[in-house]
């Protein structure tokens, strides 16, 4: 049993009454069916703040009523999901739209992210006032970089009358180009064309400069080079409002994964070298709370529903995790839990 | 290859007909993907087995019976004359049936899949696969899907196996040797899949090896592929063996990676007036198609030290000996 709001990590029982947990602890006998979970890791539900349903649009890939099984057989409770969708979700008719999705499939919780500018095309700002009013946690146009300064300022501006973040996808289009695997040696002995750390790390510095002077919530998505990891701890050491995410392959695997040549590895940002991988690992722990946070975004560029795959697996991942922290120096399952509510200010689960 | 009993001693090749390449060296790959993955000695059993067929060309009737009742298909999914045609010819000596395949007029244009149309090709019972495709790895993705013998004829940027070994082939034939030579390759070393498969083999072999060019299409990176890399053509003129000079590939730079093409001529061109700075028995190659007074200055080309045309004629021989040796290898798959 572990759960990290109360900082419990023991072996116990765990006794339900009438759908509720009504004693963590030493069980006493007579309940009227057991379950043999010995071997097993009990915990509150764990929460993924970066999801992709494709619905509406792409339900031919997934739905949200499989997104959400999906979630709930990896053993997430909470997904927050991006807007990224056709249409995209960017005025509050489309985040009803997912609530009452969500609800008809009445799995899990699912809390929508709404777009930051019109049709995610990085120009004019999306009604994200009314947007939080029907429920938006957070606003990203994930998947599109907000490549533009000016936008980018009027965003982070306007965000701080509503306490919600602005999540940004760094990467600079010009400098990744066509890029389909990190930019670094294995890609030059490959022949395959990379997109370099920079290109994220430059779009990372520029918008950090933003949210200092906004004051504005920002929070970065899929952080997956040394260079951004070390600009956000500097970020946060100064005061600036910012968390971040780390996807749980980002943690486990580098380029040399792409040298067979198997599209499954083949990703956007993409698998970095070990030196990130080890930076990711560590994190950019500073003295402002909230830290960053594994994600289960996985996503093939050429649009294979990766999705189930990300979060059926995130399960395995985490649960291995937990089982072996040498492995996973610092990382504990609270990044799962407690974090991601923290950054997005929701998320139902174990309370104190 | 067990011995086709139709096979008259006078049409197989010497390679062939002695039957002995010694048992270590018995070739058992299926497929040629890349230069990356053969060792020195399979390197050598592929010039041997070219050196015997070279023999077949220079006969009247220029044709042995080795692939007799296989079908070869040639794959292109890219433009191509050199490779094709040499892939196409190679085979016909050998005696098998060629398919012709081209991606343009074909249901890849109505959205067909590259595994459905290679599947459905395979499927009218093709024995080997001669694939050339823009993305890098495709040969490789393909290897793993079909049952015949899959040939890299040239992936994206990343490999060009056979223009490597024709290379590494007429070097060896003009200067009797591989190990201690000093190699230049000059030009846009970042999109060229010829520069990779040679600085493998030409590795392998005991060749240092140098690239040369401006630094946006020179990677410095790429010295991790056991090469040095040179940014000054006439520093390094003077010092080496055989110049390699690889077209400027405009249709694969996307972006400006040099000012003016003149300013690259003036930098990195082989001129004859630049040709006075090296030795004089230095080796000329280019795998074609020339930038005639681009990379390469006319008179240059059609030099005395130019060994271009030898290329293209060493090119059959590499390519019957490739898929003699692939062939050969999946009647050793059987026999296990």
């Known amino acids: 049993m572990i759960d990290p709001s109360r900082g419990l990590d023991e072996v116990c029982d765990v006794l339900l009454a009438e759908g509720k947990i009504a004693r963590v602890g030493r069980a006493a006998a007579g309940a009227d069916t057991v379950l043999d979970a010995r071997g097993l890791i009990v915990a509150p539900g764990l929460i993924d703040i970066h999801v992709h349903l494709r619905e509406p649009g792409d339900e031919q890939e997934e739905t949200i009523a499989s997104g959400c099984a999906a979630a709930v057989a990896g053993g997430f409770a909470s997904i927050a999901c991006m807007p990224n969708t056709h249409p995209p979700l960017d005025d509050a008719t489309a985040i009803e739209f997912v609530f009452r999705q969500a609800s008809r499939a009445g799995l899990c919780n699912v809390f929508p992210i709404g777009a930051i500018t019109k049709g995610r095309a990085g120009k004019e700002l999306a009604e994200m006032g009314q947007m939080v009013r029907a429920g938006a946690v957070a606003f990203s146009d994930d998947g599109n970089c907000v490549t533009s300064a000016a936008t980018m300022l009027r965003a982070l501006q306007y965000i701080t009358m509503f306490d919600r973040a602005i999540i940004q996808h760094c990467e600079d289009p010009d400098l990744s180009g066509r890029g389909v695997m990190h930019s670094g040696h294995v890609s030059v002995r490959l022949g395959l064309p990379g997109m370099p750390a920079i290109a994220e790390e430059l779009v990372l510095q520029r918008d950090l400069r933003l949210a200092r002077e906004t004051g504005a919530r920002y929070h970065v998505a899929h952080v997956s080079t040394a260079g951004s990891v070390n600009l956000i701890r500097r970020a946060k050491h100064d005061g600036v409002r910012a968390t971040s995410e780390v996807c749980p392959h980002h943690l486990l695997l580098t380029d040399e994964a792409c040298a067979t040549y198997d599209p499954n590895f083949k990703m956007n940002p993409p698998l970095r070298t070990a030196d990130d991988v080890k930076a990711c690992l560590d994190g950019p722990v500073g003295p402002h709370g909230v830290d960053d946070v594994p994600v289960g975004h996985v996503r093939n560029p050429r649009g294979r529903p990766l999705e189930l795959h990300g979060l059926v697996h995130e399960r395995v991942v985490v649960c291995d995790a937990v089982e072996r922290r040498i492995e996973f120096p610092g990382r504990r399952l609270d990044d799962l839990h407690i974090k991601p509510r923290l950054a997005f200010r929701r998320g139902r689960g174990s309370r104190r | ?336």
């Open chain 2, 1 to 336: 290859m067990s011995q086709a009993p139709a096979s008259t001693p006078d049409s197989t090749p010497a390679a062939a007909r002695s039957a002995a390449p010694p048992s270590t060296a018995i070739w058992r790959r299926r497929h040629l993907l890349g230069l990356e993955d053969l060792s020195a000695g399979e390197l050598l059993h592929i010039f041997q087995t070219a050196e015997s067929f070279k023999e077949v060309s220079t006969r009247s009737i220029k044709k042995v019976p080795a692939l007799r009742g296989k079908v070869v298909v040639n794959l292109f999914f890219e433009d191509s004359t050199r490779t094709r045609n040499s892939f196409t010819l190679a085979a016909q000596r050998l005696s098998a049936d060629v398919l012709e395949f081209s991606a343009a007029g074909s249901s890849v244009n109505k959205g067909e899949t590259l595994l459905d149309t290679v599947r459905n090709i395979e499927a009218m019972g093709v024995d080997i696969l001669v694939v050339r495709h823009s993305a890098a790895g495709a040969p490789h993705h393909l290897a793993r899907c079909v049952k015949g013998c899959v040939i890299n004829a040239g992936d994206g940027q990343h490999e060009h196996p056979t223009q490597g070994l024709i290379d590494i082939f007429t070097i060896r034939e003009l200067k009797g040797r591989i190990e201690g030579l000093h190699v230049a390759i000059v030009g846009d070393i970042a999109h060229s899949r010829v520069a990779r498969s040679n600085i493998w083999g030409l590795r392998k072999l005991g060749a240092r090896v140098t690239v040369v060019g401006p630094t946006t299409i020179v990677p410095a990176r790429i010295a991790a592929m056991g090469c040095d890399v040179s940014h000054d053509l006439d520093d390094i003129l003077p010092k080496v063996d055989v110049i390699n000079m690889l077209r400027i590939q405009k249709e694969r730079i996307t972006s400006q990676v040099f000012p003016s093409t003149e300013e690259y001529i003036r930098l990195f061109g082989l001129t004859s007036e630049r040709m006075k700075r090296a030795k004089k028995d230095v080796l000329v190659m280019h795998p074609g198609p020339v930038n005639r007074g681009i990379e390469l200055a006319a008179d240059v080309a059609d030099g005395p030290n130019s060994s271009i045309l030898r290329q293209v004629t060493n090119g059959l021989a590499i390519r019957m000996a490739v898929l003699f040796l692939a062939n050969q290898a999946t009647g050793v798959d059987e026999a296990v």
